[in-house]
């Protein structure tokens, strides 16, 4: 026969629990831990969603009108640091106050572990976050990836041999003095344009030269008007370029930024969570209940 036990809660109430029913129990209670992480879950998915809304969102947020963009940079970092340490410590709070003490250890004791279950809920949630952000990346992925292959492969049709690395180098073997039809020109330009790309993005004097040539001969252009084009089109090429560069920049200061922040939350939202399931089984242990806002109706 299991041997009964009666013992004194903080809050004065006898409870009567059997050896036997201890003994089989575990320490970890995990309803109140699944009931922690879904209302954590709910409560960060409302307030993202609600921040993507209003443009509070890393992922192609833009700035409004008359706001710079660092401006709303650091407004979407406070809203997920807000926002992912308040739904963690509501989840850990819920976890702390519906956990079964069982009353075989002191409060320091039982406090420790009201904390470590917080911990669980802000794990759990965690994970299921990254489950589903991972998701979202891949499909993200696969998604840029079929359209950048779509877009090769209409390149590849639209000039054939364009992609041959060798193809600008055997062009300069061939250039002659005599016009070319419109169509090659183009092919040509569009090459002598590819490999100045994958330098500093300077045109050679040799291929400037011979581009106001093959302008002048394709336009019915005068020498030095054919040369002030190519010259206007060699610029706009090195501006599109250097927008490039810097866009690739920020892009990678941003996803470098944005993961320190995510790693930032992620732990101070566990301290959060220990911290706010302590106070839920504290409030549980003294029966404090808040009759203003939970009152009956």
């Keep these: 026969m299991a041997r009964a036990t009666v013992t004194e809660a903080p809050s004065g109430v006898a409870v009567v629990e059997t050896a ?52 709303i940079a650091i407004a979407a970092a406070s809203w997920l640091l807000w926002t992912q340490i308040s739904s963690f410590m509501v989840g850990g709070y819920l976890t702390g106050r519906l956990r079964r003490r069982a009353l075989d250890a002191t409060e320091e004791e039982s406090d420790m572990r009201d904390g470590a279950h917080g911990l669980l809920v802000w794990a759990g949630a965690a994970v299921i976050g990254a489950f589903f952000a991972l998701a979202g990346l891949t499909t993200a992925v696969n998604t840029v990836g079929a359209a950048a292959a779509t877009v090769t492969e209409a390149a590849g049709n639209a000039a054939e041999g ?40 300077t045109v050679p004097d040799a291929d400037r030269a011979y581009l106001a040539t093959l302008v002048a001969a394709n336009t019915g252009l005068a020498p030095e008007e054919a040369t002030a084009r190519v010259d206007e089109v060699i610029g706009n090429v090195q501006v599109a370029r250097e927008q ?22 992620l732990l101070v939202s566990a301290i959060g969570a220990y911290w ?7 409030h549980r242990d003294r029966n404090l209940y808040f009759a203003d806002v939970f009152r009956r109706f």
Excluded: H, M
């Design 244 to 265: 490039a560069i810097d866009a690739a920049r920020i892009a990678r200061n941003t996803t470098v930024i944005g993961a320190f922040i995510v790693a930032a939350a």
């Design 20 to 71: 036997g029913e201890r003994d089989k129990s575990s320490y970890v209670d995990w309803p109140a831990i699944i009931a922690g992480i879904v209302l954590a879950s709910a409560i960060s998915i409302l307030f993202l969603s609600f921040g993507s809304a209003v443009g509070l969102s890393f992922v192609g947020f833009e700035a409004r009108e008359g706001a710079p963009a660092w401006l």
């Design 162 to 201: 364009s992609i041959d690395p060798n193809a600008y180098f055997v062009d300069t073997l061939f250039r002659t003095e005599q016009p070319t039809d419109a169509t090659t020109a183009r092919a040509e330009a569009g090459r002598i344009f590819a490999q100045a790309a994958l330098g500093d993005g």
């Design 276 to 282: 706010a399931a302590q106070k839920g089984g504290d």
